[in-house]
């Protein structure tokens, strides 16, 4: 969508002091901790853009609560893998061989979102150690939740989403479905039946860069709508909904949703391979 139709579709001045107004309608307060999965377009046209979002957002929750987004750089895989857009395979050699090491600092982010990439630029933002499926942070617990981030683990209980599980984070998805939703890949991770493939990325190793392999999870976020529904239809009183600039705000408790999640995976896992067999 062009900014002038974002504009025309924006029918009142929104700034910063609104959003954060509306984020403590929301429950937002100062000491939270959030995950924040974000559209800016979908948020209307908001004076600063991305960067005021980010603000609102820090300056709300100030540096008692932590902000985290997913910062995943998918482009730095094992290039047989990739399908939006694949690569000739006569190619795939020379990009494990070619591909920058991952740098928390200098690594781009891929298909995250404006509000992400602005987070990123912080200075005060705390980027974890995988190559392929980092998050950030800032805030009260951001060096903890992002440190120790393993080549194996991408979601599962070492990783940041691990760190973070049993505490009170909230899930904030503005503009956004639950097929985006990062965390709920932790649950993936923690129901039996979880299966692998080989994958790859370039990293930094004692100062050398080199091509790194490990196992990856099968992940599939499409059915994340469909288990949130579930979760809600016996929790209706812990989701809150609302708007953020004119992007429809949808908040859920983490750990809860996490729990629920992992048994219904388990469940559905199941019910599949009773289909397959």
């Given at each position: ?24 309608t929301?429950?937002i ?20 853009g ?7 957002l ?48 200098l ?28 998050f ?6 951001a060096?903890d939740?992002?440190?120790g ?11 940041p ?9 909230k899930?904030v ?7 985006t939703c ?5 649950a993936?991770?923690r ?10 990325a ?11 392999t490990?196992?990856?999870a099968?992940?599939d ?12 239809e ?12 004119l992007?429809?705000?949808k908040?859920?408790?983490?750990t ?15 019910a ?6």
């Open positions: 969508m062009s900014e002038l139709k974002t504009i025309q579709r924006t029918h009142s001045f929104q700034s910063k002091a609104m959003l954060q107004q509306q984020l403590q929301l429950g307060q100062a000491g939270d901790n959030i995950i924040v999965h974000a559209s800016l377009q979908s948020m209307g046209w908001i004076a600063g991305a960067q005021t979002v980010v603000e609102a820090m300056e709300t929750v100030t540096s008692d609560g932590t902000i985290i987004m997913p910062a995943q750089s998918a482009d730095n895989s094992e290039p047989s893998n990739w399908k939006n857009p694949p690569v000739p395979e006569e190619w795939y050699e020379h990009i494990r061989q070619s591909l920058p090491a991952y740098d928390p600092h690594s781009s982010l891929r298909g995250m979102g404006k509000i992400a990439e602005c987070f990123h630029r912080h200075p005060a933002t705390i980027r974890s150690a995988h190559p392929t499926h980092s950030m942070a800032w805030g009260q617990h060096k939740w992002m440190n981030h393993f080549l194996h683990d991408s979601f599962g209980m070492t990783s989403l691990g760190k973070m599980f049993g505490t009170d984070v899930i998805m503005i503009g956004v479905d639950y097929d990062t965390a709920l890949h932790l993936e991770y129901a039996p039946g979880l299966t692998t493939s080989p994958d790859g370039a990293v930094l190793l004692n100062g050398e860069r080199v091509w790194a490990y196992d990856m099968h992940l976020s499409d059915f994340f709508p469909n288990l949130v529904e579930a979760f809600t016996v929790n209706p009183e812990v989701g809150i909904e609302g708007l953020l600039g992007a429809t705000c908040i859920m408790p983490m809860p949703l996490i729990e629920f999640g992992t048994d219904w995976i388990a469940k559905k896992r199941m599949d391979a009773a289909v397959e067999g």
